[in-house]
């Protein structure tokens, strides 16, 4: 079964922290996404990853980056937090087929800015 | 206009009938549709997918495409309490590169 693992379930962080949320997949995926999920909203794309190193923008990238030194492994940054910021994170991986396969899901961060 | 629309519903249909979720797009060059159920305070989860025009079934799921017409919808016969849920579309656009969702369509089967 694919695992995706995200570092934390609940996190409570102030305005103006500098934030990392870490995900961790143990199927050999080379893609790799951040989306953010706010009632009413959907899940909005941040960022992904087609491979080590490499990064594109979502829809929504501003107040975000991220890190992939790792195959296996796709950090969010939130550089300055805001309170805007508190929402549901989520961090999926799929393959990079030509018949491309569905993306699978870790179980959340509800990031809450205070 | 937003990529991928869904109706937000609450859509309440009863035990037993037939659910039918629909879901539309906006890049007609779009390759791979995905359906995905999300129970409250847990993460999505892929019940289907679709790739060619027609029908595909699975159980008591059927999922249609149409890209003529750039429609995609999910069909839950013999609909239980338990798929009670919110249902994203989401859609993998001409760039192959990223998966676009939908806002999703809350369901709720009465008994």
């Known amino acids: 079964d694919v695992k995706v693992t995200q570092s934390s379930r609940y996190l409570v962080k102030r305005t103006g922290e500098k934030v990392f949320l870490e995900c961790v997949q143990d199927?050999?995926?080379?893609?790799m996404f951040w989306y953010r999920q706010d009632p009413g909203l959907g899940l909005r794309l941040i960022y992904f990853s087609y491979d080590v190193k490499m990064k594109e923008k979502g829809d929504i990238p501003e107040g975000y980056s991220v890190s992939r030194e790792k195959k296996e492994r796709f950090s969010l940054i939130l550089e300055s937090a805001s309170t805007n910021q508190t929402s549901m994170y989520l961090c999926?991986?799929?393959?990079?087929?030509?018949?491309?396969?569905?993306?699978?899901f870790g179980q959340g961060t509800r990031l809450t800015v205070v | 206009q937003k990529e991928v629309e869904q109706n937000s519903g609450p859509l309440s249909v009863p035990e037993g009938a037939i659910a039918s979720l629909n879901c539309t797009y906006s890049?007609?060059?779009?390759?791979?549709f995905f359906w995905y159920r999300q129970y409250s305070g847990k993460s999505p989860e892929l019940i289907m997918s679709?790739?060619?025009?027609g029908d595909k079934e699975d159980g008591r799921f059927t999922a249609q495409l149409n890209k003529a017409s750039q429609y995609v919808s999910l069909l839950i016969r013999d609909s239980q309490p338990s798929d009670s849920a919110t249902y994203l579309c989401a859609v993998l656009g001409s760039s192959a590169s990223k998966i676009i969702f939908g806002s999703g369509t809350r369901l709720s089967i009465r008994p």
């Open positions: 199927m050999d995926h080379e893609n």
């Open positions: 890049d007609r060059g779009s390759q791979s």
């Open positions: 999926a991986s799929s393959l990079q087929v030509p018949d491309y396969t569905e993306a699978f």
């Open positions: 679709i790739y060619s025009n």
